[in-house]
């Protein structure tokens, strides 16, 4: 999440800046210049995301304040020069409407939420800074490139160690836990603990050196690209064109998937179990697993592990039955556990639910940072690791049971084990199970032995490990890449280790 957070904020801050350059280098056309950049910044707003049309607010007052003091600089050695208070109408406009936005804002956010607000007002002052040092890099004459681009990381280098000590908005990231406002703090439970793994801090530093430098590339290939000459004015075009192109692609990504409304969802699978007139000491542990899938269906992963959590003891409850019903009822079971896990969804159906849930429930820092987790398996509001284990796993343990019924129907009948699971097909299974947990999709391994036969799923880190349990059996499935093979002696017969 660290690199993808580090890319998003760059581009942000670059595009951000590189709009209110274009705002503020404007003469007669600059209020509807600055009008243009606010409509471009606002779009936070639509899903009460304050504190960053704060942080661009900022940022822009910043870059269009140090525009203005370096057109008073550079022109004060002019025969008559223009002094500093001195406005135009146009710009007397553009203040006030300035003034009039930053009133509006205040009283929209709490000043009891000064925390999070101010963090943004200083990361869009740092950008600001850096936006307004790249441009400085741009201008030519006074030094050479390389001395140019020397002093301007430095400067960058030494704006970031500010964010890096004060920042918490890369740190709250981590723990989905935004600065509360203050007089929550001591009602609510989840305490938020400014200081947390600061080293988060440190991904300001290339992120205030790239702004500076895409910034600097930026005005710089759009100078030259106003040169008379054909031949590399035409380069400077396709050069800028690259790069605006890549300052402005992750910011409309990103914001596309944050502010666009999710409100569809896959339909649930169909799926009507097919009666059955077990044994009670069979029936009720199915009709309790038939529950749970129901629960679940249609739901978030969340829902999926909260239903199956039961999955377990109703396992346990008919793993004996297996050597005592007879051969009709051990048929009928394996029909009815796999009628059961038919009516389980595609594990994208749980996954987009989840991404549906979070947008429609959650505040924007959440919905963020699920945004950005997509692309970190480790770090997700779910953590997908875990969530695909543990869908796997549950799903492997209820096909080793089908198959395990069927064997033993198949050994009360003809009085041996089959030689493989060809040999339950088509009268006990439909087909050869897949094993959810092979990432090439083959299905369940089974083997005859000397003293009987070998089931066995390759597990979560998806090797086949000839059958041999984890060091450590787990009451439950769902331990992403952990070693060994599932078998269903390992976990119903030497119990826990």
């Given at each position: 999440?660290?690199?993808?957070?580090?890319?998003?904020?760059?581009?942000?801050?670059?595009?951000?800046?590189?709009?209110?350059?274009?705002?503020?280098?404007?003469?007669?056309?600059?209020?509807?210049?600055?009008?243009?950049?606010?409509?471009?910044?606002?779009?936070?707003?639509?899903?009460?995301?304050?504190?960053?049309?704060?942080?661009c607010y900022v940022l822009g007052a910043t870059?269009?304040?140090?525009?203005?003091?370096?057109?008073?600089?550079?022109?004060?050695?002019?025969?008559?020069?223009?002094?500093?208070?001195?406005?135009?109408?146009?710009?007397?406009?553009?203040?006030?409407?300035?003034?009039?936005?930053?009133?509006?804002?205040?009283?929209?956010?709490?000043?009891t939420h000064y925390q999070a607000w101010g963090?943004?007002?200083?990361?869009?002052?740092?950008?600001?800074?850096?936006?307004?040092?790249?441009?400085?890099?741009?201008?030519?004459?006074?030094?050479?490139?390389?001395?140019?681009?020397?002093?301007?990381?430095?400067?960058?280098?030494?704006?970031?160690?500010?964010?890096?000590?004060?920042?918490?908005?890369?740190?709250?990231?981590?723990?989905?836990?935004?600065?509360?406002?203050?007089?929550?703090?001591?009602?609510?439970?989840?305490?938020?603990?400014?200081?947390?793994?600061?080293?988060?801090?440190?991904?300001?530093?290339?992120?205030?050196?790239?702004?500076?430098?895409?910034?600097?590339?930026?005005?710089?290939?759009?100078?030259?690209?106003?040169?008379?000459?054909?031949?590399?004015?035409?380069?400077?075009?396709?050069?800028?064109?690259?790069?605006?192109?890549?300052?402005?692609?992750?910011?409309?990504?990103?914001?596309?998937?944050?502010?666009?409304?999710?409100?569809?969802?896959?339909?649930?699978?169909?799926?009507?179990?097919?009666?059955?007139?077990?044994?009670?000491?069979?029936?009720?542990?199915?009709?309790?697993?038939?529950?749970?899938?129901?629960?679940?269906?249609?739901?978030?992963?969340?829902?999926?592990?909260?239903?199956?959590?039961?999955?377990?003891?109703?396992?346990?409850?008919?793993?004996?039955?297996?050597?005592?019903?007879?051969?009709?009822?051990?048929?009928?079971?394996?029909?009815?556990l796999r009628a059961i896990e038919g009516g389980?969804?595609?594990?994208?159906?749980?996954?987009?639910?989840?991404?549906?849930?979070?947008?429609?429930?959650?505040?924007?820092?959440?919905?963020?940072?699920?945004?950005?987790?997509?692309?970190?398996?480790?770090?997700?509001?779910?953590?997908?690791?875990?969530?695909?284990?543990?869908?796997?796993?549950?799903?492997?343990?209820?096909?080793?049971?089908?198959?395990?019924?069927?064997?033993?129907?198949?050994?009360?009948?003809?009085?041996?084990?089959?030689?493989?699971?060809?040999?339950?097909?088509?009268?006990?299974?439909?087909?050869?199970?897949?094993?959810?947990?092979?990432?090439?999709?083959?299905?369940?391994?089974?083997?005859?032995?000397?003293?009987?036969?070998?089931?066995?799923?390759?597990?979560?880190?998806?090797?086949?490990?000839?059958?041999?349990?984890?060091?450590?059996?787990?009451?439950?499935?769902?331990?992403?890449?952990?070693?060994?093979?599932?078998?269903?002696?390992?976990?119903?017969?030497?119990?826990?280790?």
């Amino acid at each position: 999440m660290t690199y993808t957070l580090g890319v998003l904020l760059a581009t942000t801050l670059g595009c951000v800046g590189l709009v209110a350059l274009w705002a503020a280098g404007a003469g007669r056309w600059a209020m509807l210049r600055w009008l243009a950049f606010l409509a471009i910044i606002a779009p936070p707003l639509a899903v009460e995301a304050d504190e960053v049309f704060v942080g661009c607010y900022v940022l822009g007052a910043t870059v269009g304040a140090g525009v203005w003091l370096g057109r008073w600089w550079f022109h004060r050695a002019d025969a008559d020069p223009r002094p500093l208070w001195a406005f135009s109408m146009g710009g007397l406009l553009t203040l006030t409407a300035a003034v009039a936005v930053a009133a509006a804002m205040g009283a929209r956010l709490e000043f009891t939420h000064y925390q999070a607000w101010g963090d943004f007002a200083l990361i869009g002052l740092v950008g600001g800074l850096c936006t307004l040092v790249g441009a400085w890099m741009a201008v030519e004459g006074w030094s050479t490139p390389l001395r140019r681009t020397l002093l301007g990381c430095l400067a960058a280098l030494l704006l970031s160690l500010t964010l890096v000590q004060l920042d918490e908005f890369t740190t709250s990231l981590r723990h989905g836990v935004w600065p509360q406002p203050q007089f929550q703090v001591f009602l609510s439970p989840e305490r938020y603990e400014p200081g947390s793994e600061r080293y988060l801090r440190a991904v300001w530093t290339p992120v205030c050196i790239a702004v500076t430098l895409l910034t600097a590339a930026a005005v710089g290939l759009a100078r030259a690209a106003q040169r008379p000459v054909a031949p590399r004015n035409r380069h400077a075009k396709l050069a800028l064109l690259a790069v605006i192109a890549a300052i402005v692609a992750p910011p409309v990504w990103v914001g596309a998937q944050w502010l666009l409304p999710w409100r569809s969802t896959p339909p649930p699978v169909a799926f009507e179990p097919p009666p059955s007139d077990l044994p009670v000491e069979a029936l009720h542990p199915l009709m309790v697993l038939q529950t749970q899938v129901d629960d679940a269906r249609g739901g978030t992963q969340h829902d999926y592990v909260n239903s199956m959590k039961g999955l377990y003891p109703q396992l346990e409850a008919l793993y004996p039955l297996r050597a005592t019903l007879p051969v009709e009822d051990l048929a009928r079971v394996s029909k009815r556990l796999r009628a059961i896990e038919g009516g389980i969804q595609p594990y994208d159906s749980y996954r987009w639910q989840s991404i549906i849930d979070v947008h429609q429930r959650t505040n924007w820092h959440r919905r963020l940072r699920e945004i950005l987790c997509r692309w970190d398996r480790h770090h997700s509001v779910v953590d997908v690791a875990f969530q695909e284990s543990y869908y796997a796993d549950s799903r492997a343990m209820l096909r080793l049971f089908q198959v395990e019924f069927a064997l033993h129907a198949y050994q009360a009948e003809h009085g041996e084990w089959p030689e493989g699971i060809a040999e339950l097909v088509p009268n006990l299974l439909p087909e050869a199970p897949i094993d959810p947990c092979s990432p090439v999709g083959d299905p369940l391994r089974y083997r005859r032995t000397a003293d009987g036969y070998l089931l066995y799923s390759v597990g979560d880190n998806g090797r086949d490990d000839a059958g041999k349990p984890p060091k450590r059996v787990r009451r439950w499935v769902g331990w992403p890449h952990q070693a060994g093979d599932i078998t269903l002696p390992s976990w119903f017969d030497a119990g826990e280790e």
